[in-house]
């Protein structure tokens, strides 16, 4: 009913910046918050930024390096990445909150992920 595809997740060097996308299609009525998501090895899931029509917010350890940003048209969600850290390296999933009516719930899709690696 509703697909997330990321994109922009490869390796970089300590200090080097990636930009990752993700864009949602179907039956979308809205989207209210998005945020990404990232999970490195043998560590939980953490909330790395989300963003609403009103407000943004970060993890303490990316402020000042990593910009969230949403384009309503398109139903996509970008994180740019700035002076990127070997401790960055993890896989990332962007997370979207969408009703699929008026009156329907808000229900949250996940992305499949995308493979971040800060490496020299």
């Known amino acids: 009913q509703v697909q997330l595809v990321e994109s922009g997740g490869g390796l970089v060097q300590p200090g080097g910046s990636l930009r990752l996308s993700c864009a949602a299609s179907?039956?979308?009525?809205?989207?209210?918050?998005m945020s990404w998501y990232r999970q490195a090895p043998g560590k939980q899931r953490e909330l790395v930024a989300t963003i609403t029509d009103s407000s943004t917010n970060y993890q303490d350890s990316v402020k000042g390096r990593f910009t969230i940003s949403r384009d309503n048209a398109k139903k996509a969600v970008y994180l740019e990445m700035n002076s990127l850290k070997p401790e960055d390296t993890a896989v990332y999933y962007c997370k979207l909150n969408i009703r699929h009516g008026a009156l329907s719930v808000v229900i949250a899709y996940w992305g499949q992920g995308t493979q971040v690696t800060v490496s020299s």
């Open positions: 179907g039956s979308i009525f809205s989207i209210n918050a």
